[in-house]
């Protein structure tokens, strides 16, 4: 009998559903966008009402009615959410204030105790777990920024000073379990709400960053792995808890006692290609319907015709200022005339290439190990140019995977593992995850982004001091 597995991956902008089977093909998937974050003033970013649950209830149900074969061979739910996130619970689990966003600067200070209906302060798993079996268990492995957590044993810290730190004393933490395990069954009224059916197991996964690596089968330290999100960011693996790295971070993995190496990213990396594809307009759009392509497509057909270093055209991608650097922008710099519209759409993907490639050489110096292969996911992931691209900047293959949504099949993976279906993560990888195209470097290409790489980099320390200039007049 073929058993399925659910993955709930419930991302920043919208929860996707998908069933899987046990050799990760997709059967079945819903998915529902999430309603615009409240900011009611500077600072605060907050999901309205309950919109996390509402939508991981409208997504399961769609998923669920495209579902063709029995409930009843259903074995259980992954479930993974995006990190950095704060909720604040009522004693029975309700919401005593809408969630925080990760962008909302008041999860990167110690929680302040300002209402007395707050009996418990949970990430966004924490709090879906509650809704979806009633318990008050969280996943350790989505732990990240202020929490007093051991990154070491993945439990709460032992240590009064890191408690009173974060604000947080131990009788208003979730009881932490390790990604794998089982954290309940999916309550009658749950069951209500999304279609699952009731008494389902629900298994802990991780941070979303991690289940997207484990779907996208990112396994050993000679590979690396860029996700093109709204954050764009690169990670690799290991078993080293490794504090104080200057070129990266280190976040919690899907499996207990793995960590995730993390680089510096591009702020709304993703978001301004689709700025960028917004602002051409109606021309693009139209000619895209005459050539019968949607506008994505179009833009890639014709930003492959364009010769790799744009005529000199770059792009810095500033759209939103790192946080050590609040003073910059975006930027072209280089038009003298040979350049046209895909030119500044092919220089937008050469700049996250040729970027991502400074942040990962960064973080690769410090681990003293080098790339052999890129994996490459993400909605950019489908762009051959970008793919092509990638390849060319690193100066290695690079691989995309069969599924688009890795999150969901990393979440389905785990929970193949923790209900014993498969005997461990390296047997259900192998079984589930497998890649769609592997794009091979050109090595004339290689040989000029090389050359670029060099002036692409120093760009902002030239362009810093007019950006805070101008930022002292228009902010």
């Given amino acids: 009998m073929t058993r399925y597995l659910v993955g709930i991956d419930n991302g920043s902008q919208s929860t996707k559903v998908t069933i899987f089977d046990e050799h990760g093909a997709v059967v079945s998937h819903g998915r529902q966008a999430l309603r615009p974050s409240r900011t009611p003033r ?18 399961c149900r769609a998923a669920m009615a495209g579902f063709p074969g029995d409930p009843r ?15 604040l619970l009522r004693a029975d689990g309700s919401l005593a204030r809408p969630v925080l966003s990760w962008m909302d600067e008041r999860v990167s200070r110690p929680h302040e105790h300002e209402d007395d209906s707050v009996a418990w302060v949970t990430t966004s798993a924490g709090y879906l777990t509650h809704r979806l079996t009633g318990k008050f268990r969280d996943t350790a492995a989505n732990y990240q920024g202020v929490w007093p957590i051991d990154t070491d044993t993945w439990q709460w810290s032992q240590d009064p000073s890191a408690h009173q730190a ?44 991690a289940v997207e690596a484990l779907g996208c089968g990112l396994r050993d330290p000679g590979t690396l792995l860029i996700s093109l999100g709204t954050y764009i960011t690169s990670m690799t693996t290991g078993e080293r808890n490794i504090t104080g790295a200057d070129g990266f971070w280190t976040n919690f993995a899907c499996e207990p006692h793995r960590y995730l190496y993390e680089s510096g990213g591009i702020r709304r990396g993703m978001w301004t290609v689709s700025w960028l594809r917004d602002l051409l307009g109606d021309e693009v759009t139209g000619r895209a319907r005459e050539a019968g392509l949607g506008v994505e497509e179009y833009l890639d057909v014709q930003a492959a015709q ?5 005529d000199g055209l770059m792009a810095v991608l500033d759209w939103l200022a790192p946080v050590d650097a609040p003073h910059r922008k975006g930027a072209f710099l280089g038009f003298d005339g ?20 400074e942040h990962a050489a960064a973080m690769a110096a410090e681990l003293g190990t080098g790339f052999e292969r890129v994996l490459v996911s993400g909605g950019g992931a489908g762009s051959e140019v970008m793919m092509g691209i990638v390849a060319d900047v690193f100066g290695v293959p690079a691989a995309r995977p069969a599924v688009n949504n890795a999150a969901g099949l990393g979440a389905a993976l785990i929970a193949s593992v923790g209900l014993g279906l498969h005997s461990d993560v390296d047997e259900a990888a192998r079984a589930m995850v497998s890649v769609d195209t592997e794009f091979r470097p050109t090595a004339a290409h290689h040989e000029l982004y090389a050359r670029q790489r060099e002036v692409h980099r120093d760009i902002t320390r030239h362009t810093d001091e007019i950006f805070r200039r101008s930022a002292r007049i228009f902010g």
């Fill in 42 to 59: 500077p600072g605060v970013v907050e999901h309205p009402d309950d919109d996390l649950w509402s939508s991981i209830g409208a997504a």
């Fill in 73 to 87: 061979e259903i074995a259980g739910v992954g479930l993974c959410t995006i990190r950095f996130c704060r909720a």
């Fill in 166 to 209: 974060a604000g947080m004393p131990p009788d208003v933490l979730f009881e932490l379990v390790m990604p794998g395990e089982v954290l309940g069954r999916i309550t009658p009224a749950a069951a209500e709400h999304t279609g699952l059916p009731s008494g389902l197991p629900v298994v802990a996964t991780a941070n979303d960053k």
């Fill in 306 to 310: 364009v010769r790799p270093g744009c």
């Fill in 338 to 357: 040979r350049q046209g519209r895909f030119h500044l759409y092919r220089a937008v993907l050469e700049a996250i290439a040729l970027t991502m490639h």
